[in-house]
């Protein structure tokens, strides 16, 4: 049987204990709840664990402090370019020209691109761990002149390289980032003694594309380290039990669609209320104006990890607001529908392979094509009007927080990882000792 924890409590593991594993993720913790739980997973199993996260170095120790003290981790919001860089690099990423033109935009940002993930990333990861776990390929140089032969776990968050439509991004991209990222990729995965992803469709891709089958992983959510006394969403908004409130988990992506739902809010009852949780929602504010939906839709922004499902506890419903923009986004699984259904929340759900399996099998919600108004509109009606339905569909999705837990898929990452770990072992030069 595997060994259980408290909420940040350390067990011994043969596997695990004393172990040096370093985790290297290219954003900030606070920002990519992924690596967090597999952070505290590796910290309550006994391994001695540095994240450069973010460009920023912490411990295994300091991110349970920070966790057990409900302090937010440090943020790393990156600065926006100045207009003078932001303008000339917006035409370069969508322009047609020919890729040859291009050419000396993209020997500068190969450099730049030497410079952030090798020169500076390098000082800070320590060389020669046990085991080494790299989120996102771009750091892969650096991780390994680190590692020195040890092992590497390569954990993919996404199929990096078809995130956008190939017929839909400029020359720069498709001709000469794109398979420069492809190339890396690949020679990562050969590198790695393991690799991990978030779903089934994601595995498939990465077989097809680099002859290599992920472990998988999915995104579920750990209440472990769900935070006390949060803000919830009626509370902060100043919102009544009347009020119909569709919370909406996870920062704005090019994936989602979310006019037509504005378009649908400003024709419907005014006691229905969005709520958007996490970056970049900006961008909607002049839709928003414009259908005088000031007062219906909210934003929280960015919440740390810890607070986003306490603080959607009482909504009423949640969406995911994803299309099948790209082969990545088909097969997506996101944490924000995990931490939906950890809520115990209706979810209003898109037709993509992955999500629909799991709903469809737990009855936790109810489908909807997000860019045809008239199905958002029957939809929302039927689950704000019929208590019985949302009823029916609350209780599904409590059913499957109970079985969609982080504590169950770790299990699946504590084989892989202790497999790794062991093969290691096993090695000539490793065996002597």
């Given at each position: 049987m595997p060994p259980t924890a408290s909420r940040n409590g350390r067990i011994r593991s043969e596997a695990f204990g004393n172990r040096h594993i370093v985790v290297v993720t290219p954003v900030a913790l606070d920002a990519d709840s992924r690596t967090l739980k597999q952070v505290m997973s590796l910290y309550r199993w006994g391994a001695r664990v540095?994240?450069?996260?973010?460009?920023?170095?912490?411990?295994?120790?300091?991110?349970?402090?920070?966790?057990?003290?409900?302090?937010?981790?440090?943020?790393?919001?990156?600065?926006?370019?100045?207009?003078?860089?932001?303008?000339?690099?917006?035409?370069?990423?969508?322009?047609?020209?020919?890729?040859?033109?291009?050419?000396?935009?993209?020997?500068?940002?190969?450099?730049?691109?030497?410079?952030?993930?090798?020169?500076?990333?390098?000082?800070?990861?320590?060389?020669?761990?046990?085991?080494?776990?790299?989120?996102?390929?771009?750091?892969?140089?650096?991780v390994a002149n680190a590692a020195k032969g040890n092992p590497i776990v390569y954990d993919a968050h996404d199929f990096y390289t078809a995130i956008e439509p190939h017929d839909q991004i400029g020359s720069f991209d498709r001709d000469l980032l794109n398979p420069f990222r492809r190339w890396l990729e690949r020679r990562c995965v050969a590198r790695s003694a393991n690799v991990m992803t978030v779903s089934p469709g994601l595995a498939q891709?990465?077989?097809?594309?680099?002859?290599?089958?992920?472990?998988?992983?999915?995104?579920?959510?750990?209440?472990?380290?769900?935070?006390?006394?949060?803000?919830?969403?009626?509370?902060?908004?100043?919102?009544?039990?009347?009020?119909?409130?569709?919370?909406?988990?996870?920062?704005?992506?090019?994936?989602?669609?979310?006019?037509?739902?504005?378009?649908?809010?400003?024709?419907?009852t005014d006691n229905v209320h969005l709520v958007l949780i996490g970056d970049g929602y900006?961008?909607?504010?002049?839709?928003?104006?414009?259908?005088?939906?000031?007062?219906?839709?909210?934003?929280?922004?960015?919440?740390?990890?810890?607070?986003?499902?306490?603080?959607?506890?009482?909504?009423?419903?949640?969406?995911?607001?994803?299309?099948?923009?790209?082969?990545?986004?088909?097969?997506?699984?996101?944490?924000?529908?995990?931490?939906?259904?950890?809520?115990?929340?209706?979810?209003?759900?898109?037709?993509?392979?992955?999500?629909?399996?799991?709903?469809?099998q737990r009855g936790l919600g109810l489908m909807v094509d997000w860019r045809d108004e008239q199905k958002i509109a029957s939809a929302i009606d039927e689950i704000a009007s019929d208590r019985r339905v949302r009823d029916r569909l609350r209780d599904g999705a409590e059913k499957a927080a109970r079985e969609l837990s982080w504590e169950k898929e770790e299990l699946v990452m504590r084989k892989a990882l202790s497999e790794c770990l062991q093969r290691a072992a096993l090695r000539p030069e490793n065996a002597s000792n």
């Open positions: 540095t994240v450069l996260a973010g460009g920023k170095v912490f411990s295994g120790e300091d991110v349970a402090a920070k966790v057990d003290e409900k302090l937010p981790p440090e943020r790393s919001h990156p600065k926006p370019r100045p207009h003078w860089i932001a303008r000339p690099w917006g035409w370069v990423r969508r322009t047609q020209v020919p890729a040859v033109f291009l050419l000396p935009v993209f020997g500068v940002w190969l450099v730049h691109f030497f410079y952030r993930t090798y020169l500076r990333a390098r000082p800070k990861i320590p060389p020669s761990a046990d085991l080494y776990i790299l989120h996102e390929f771009g750091h892969f140089p650096a891709l990465y077989w097809d594309t680099y002859g290599v089958k992920p472990v998988v992983v999915r995104n579920c959510h750990d209440n472990r380290l769900d935070a006390k006394g949060v803000a919830d969403v009626r509370s902060r908004f100043g919102l009544a039990q009347k009020d119909f409130i569709i919370a909406i988990i996870g920062n704005w992506k090019a994936g989602q669609v979310l006019s037509p739902l504005l378009r649908v809010l400003a024709r419907i900006e961008r909607l504010d002049n839709e928003i104006n414009a259908l005088n939906l000031e007062g219906r839709v909210h934003s929280f922004g960015r919440l740390p990890a810890s607070d986003i499902v306490p603080s959607v506890l009482n909504a009423d419903a949640a969406a995911v607001v994803y299309y099948a923009r790209s082969e990545n986004y088909r097969y997506a699984l996101p944490n924000g529908f995990f931490q939906s259904v950890a809520a115990g929340l209706p979810v209003l759900y898109p037709d993509l392979l992955e999500i629909r399996q799991i709903a469809e």
